[in-house]
Every structure is written in C-alpha cells, then in structure tokens.
C-alpha cells in the first residue's frame, strides 16, 4: 500500500518524544490536518511485494495462542521494529472473550515478542466502540499486562483535539474525511493484533482491515460531529474501512484465528475452533485468508458471496494499493505437515 502526503502540509513527526505516551500532549491544541491520495505511488506499492511478486502469510495450525504468536513471526522472518518505537494496536472493541476482542495471552505475548526483537519503547492503544475503552481494557486487563512488561498505554477516549490527525482522501465516501489516533503516527511502526470473525453491524467481516477503524475518533473535543455515525450509516461502510488503512503502513499483522465467529461478532456470535495463527505484513492478503477460513468452516451468505476478492474491503483496498490484487499472490509458509495441509485446503477456496 501507499499513500501520498499533499505537499507543504505539515505531518507527524517520527521522532520520539519524552512526553509520557499515557497522556495527551500538552502542545498539541488542534488537530493536524493531511490529505491522501487513492492512486499508490509504485515505489510504495512494491513495499508489500515480496521479491518474487508474492504476499507471504506465515500459516500455523495450532491452538495455543502463545506459540502461535511465536513461531507465526519466527516464520514471517522479518524485523522491522529493532531499535524502533511501536506502537501495538489490539482489538479492544468490547471486553468479550476472544474472538470478541484481543486474549490477554496474545497480547503478552505480542509484547514479549517485540521486546525480544530489539524495539526501543512499546505503546498499546484502542478506541472501543462498544463502550468505555477504559474499562474494557481494564476488565480484559491490559493495564496490569502493561505494568507488568513496562509498556505504556494510551486510551483514545482520553486524547485532546491536537491528539488526532485529520485526514481526507481523494474522491473519499468519508465525505467529513477522519480524524485518526496521532501518537499511533508518531510511533515508528505500528503493529497489529487482529482477530478473526465476522461483523453483522454492515463491515461483513473483521480481520485487520477492520481492526484500523479503531485509530479513527469518534468525536474530536472542540468538534460535536460523530464520524463513527458517518462510517455505520453508510452504504459505503465497506469501502469507508478500506479508505482508513491508506492513513498508515503496518510493520506487520499478527491474526489469533484459534477461535473464529462464523457468524454475529464483533463481540459475540457463533464460535467454532479454526485453530490457525497468521502474521504478514499484507492487510488484503491477511483479510483474503481469513474469508477463506469463514467460507471452510461455513459463514454468512454475506461473507461466502462471490470470490474472495470481490468482498468489498478487500476489493477497494486491491484499489487503494493496499496490497496483492489476486489470491495466486498469496504464499503460506509453513513448518510442519499439519499446517501445509491446512493451508492447502486454505489456498484451494481462495482460488475458486
């Protein structure tokens, strides 16, 4: 994916800071304001390519989320975060049980994991949009999870108006464009750890596409408008989604598939045990593979309609160069005989 920042306009700044991450910055007054374009530049574009063409998605059959974390990133074989400030955006949309949001082991993990590889400090952030984003992460425990490891946490109910970054993309259904999660841009990567389920609020489906929405305000102080109201009240919902992620480049995305809702989610819906960890550093093939999964343990009529490729996030984001344009693009790496056979049968509904 790539985005292009319109020129002579002022964006984050990369470097860190020695504010404390867990409070809104006291300069910031106003929010920051970009523009981005639809069409990718090509240099941009290549950096979700692998060199030979292919989107390699780490593929690990297992049920333990500790070492599905582990050995999906230690078969992903990349670090970008070595010396780097990240930024660890879970799925903390309601306090449910996992599909239902980020399990606490994953995020243990996800931590321990970037520790390990080198990064220099480590912040996780969220916006629930179920309720108090506070209080979820406090019943889901992330608060003593952070203490513990020596991470910082940032609740994005808690940001003030120059916390937030507004932006508009070209010929956008966000018609009031978006105001997204600063300190979120002014990490040096951000990391995702994403779930896999479906949403029966009009997203259809909600893997790591989806996980971006929670970067974006739903109100910005100073300013009464509810772009979250914007987003659900759309019959472009959809593609509104795919339009959020040409705000950032993952480092990576991890996916816990070792639960799955089939149908309902985002916080509760009908459970099946898909047992498969994933990590990649391509939003469309990570989003392909997930739909795959629904489709092998049987979904929503919304979900299994029409291949893969024509779901509407995946389609737009295909269009805002956001990653691999068909499934033969995709390369599952693999170390054991269970998981190959499982992404075999994986691959083969990806290509019907």
């Not at 007054?29 to 990718?40: A, I, W, Y």
């Not at 974006?216 to 300013?223: L, R, S």
Request: contains cysteine; glycine residues 10%; hydrophobic residues 40%.
């Amino acid at each position: 994916m790539g985005i292009n920042i319109a020129e002579n306009t002022e964006i984050p700044t990369k470097e860190p800071t020695d504010t404390p991450t867990n409070e809104p910055t006291e300069e910031a007054t106003s929010p920051t304001e970009v523009s981005v374009t639809e069409n990718p530049t090509e240099e941009n574009t290549e950096q979700v390519m692998e060199e030979n063409g292919k989107a390699k998605i780490a593929f690990v059959k297992t049920s333990d989320r500790r070492f599905g974390v582990q050995k999906s990133l230690e078969l992903l074989g990349i670090n970008p975060v070595n010396g780097k400030s990240v930024f660890l955006k879970p799925n903390f949309n309601s306090a449910d049980p996992a599909p239902g949001s980020t399990h606490p082991d994953v995020l243990r993990e996800m931590i321990l994991q970037l520790q390990q590889l080198g990064s220099a400090k480590i912040i996780i952030g969220d916006r629930s949009g179920m309720g108090d984003t506070r209080k979820a992460m406090k019943d889901i425990g992330v608060f003593d999870i952070a203490d513990e490891l020596g991470v910082d946490v940032i609740v994005f109910d808690d940001l003030g108006a120059g916390d937030w970054v507004k932006i508009n993309t070209d010929g956008s259904y966000w018609e009031n464009g978006f105001y997204f999660a600063k300190p979120a841009l002014d990490a040096d990567v951000i990391v995702q750890a994403c779930c896999l389920k479906t949403h029966q609020y009009g997203g259809h489906f909600t893997m790591s596409l989806k996980n971006s929405v929670g970067f974006v305000a739903k109100t910005v102080p100073g300013n009464n408008h509810n772009f979250m109201k914007d987003l659900h009240g759309s019959d472009h919902q959809r593609k509104m989604i795919a339009e959020i992620n040409a705000a950032y480049e993952p480092g990576f995305v991890v996916m816990d598939g070792v639960e799955a809702f089939v149908d309902g989610g985002p916080a509760e819906g009908t459970k099946v045990n898909s047992n498969v960890f994933l990590a990649g550093t391509d939003r469309v093939a990570l989003d392909a593979v997930g739909v795959a999964i629904l489709r092998y343990f049987g979904t929503t009529p919304e979900v299994s309609a029409g291949s893969v490729f024509e779901q509407e996030q995946i389609a737009t984001a295909v269009e805002l160069g956001q990653g691999i344009e068909s499934a033969d693009m995709i390369e599952f790496i693999t170390d054991d005989d269970e998981s190959a056979e499982y992404a075999e049968e994986i691959r083969q509904i990806l290509i019907a």
